[in-house]
């Protein structure tokens, strides 16, 4: 079974300064990837998706990914952070069912990210 | 609507009653999920629906959850004899068509069972 693995807990770092958030998955077939945020009371919002094509994926909200197959990776960036991307993040692998030809997603247990200015 | 909606966005209940979540998808979107989130931790899926069809309900944890989605829009979850353990937020999603990898999530139901 696939499963994703979210390394840091809570991450806390000041304006403006750069932020990775780590993301490793378990899959030994072709994977979907994906990265969501979570404001506080509010559901999921799409951050990016890696499908296939070119590994550095870039987002909403000044966000990017690089998915690196040989270290099973997908780990999330921003240059410059704001207050306002204070939120929970979740990194998801889409678990394809084949029988019945839909996607299922597994997330990560997530990372709070606390922007303090 | 413009996106995933769900109702009540909270709900408490007392031990072993039963209760409904109510989750309306995008118009036109085929495919729904249901996932539980659980305090602290990331979504777990429940159950899975293709237009009225539930084809996936590997994850309801026990025979007290039930999911249906009879005219394949507005999706219901009803938990019967709820207990302390099924408190979480109950996240709907919903996609376009069955192979479209991405899904648009509702604000989710916090239920809370005293």
């Known amino acids: 079974a696939q499963s994703v693995t979210q390394l840091d807990s809570q991450v806390p770092v000041f304006e403006e300064a750069p932020v990775e958030l780590r993301c490793n998955y378990s899959s030994s077939v072709s994977v979907y990837l994906f990265w969501y945020v979570q404001y506080p009371n509010q559901g999921l919002q799409l951050l990016l998706k890696y499908l296939s094509g070119s590994t550095l994926v870039k987002g909403i909200n000044g966000f990017e990914a690089e998915f690196n197959k040989s270290q099973t990776s997908f780990h999330l960036r921003k240059p410059s952070v704001h207050i306002s991307d204070t939120a929970e993040y979740f990194c998801?692998?889409?678990?394809?069912?084949?029988?019945?030809?839909?996607?299922?997603?597994?997330f990560g247990a997530g990372t709070r990210l606390a922007v303090h200015p | 609507g413009a996106g995933v909606s769900q109702s009540p966005r909270y709900k408490v209940a007392k031990r072993g009653q039963d209760v409904a979540l109510r989750c309306d998808p995008i118009?036109?979107?085929?495919?729904l999920f249901w996932y539980q989130q659980a305090l602290g931790q990331g979504p777990e899926f429940l159950t899975y629906f293709q237009n009225e069809a539930q084809l996936d309900k590997s994850g309801l944890p026990s025979d007290r959850f039930f999911a249906e989605r009879p005219e394949g829009s507005v999706s219901t979850l009803k938990i019967q004899r709820t207990q302390q353990e099924d408190s979480a937020v109950y996240l709907c999603a919903s996609s376009l068509a069955p192979g479209y990898n991405e899904q648009f999530f509702g604000p989710g139901t916090r239920l809370t069972v005293l």
């Open positions: 118009s036109g979107h085929v495919s």
């Open positions: 998801a692998v889409s678990d394809m069912i084949l029988s019945g030809g839909y996607n299922k997603l597994i």
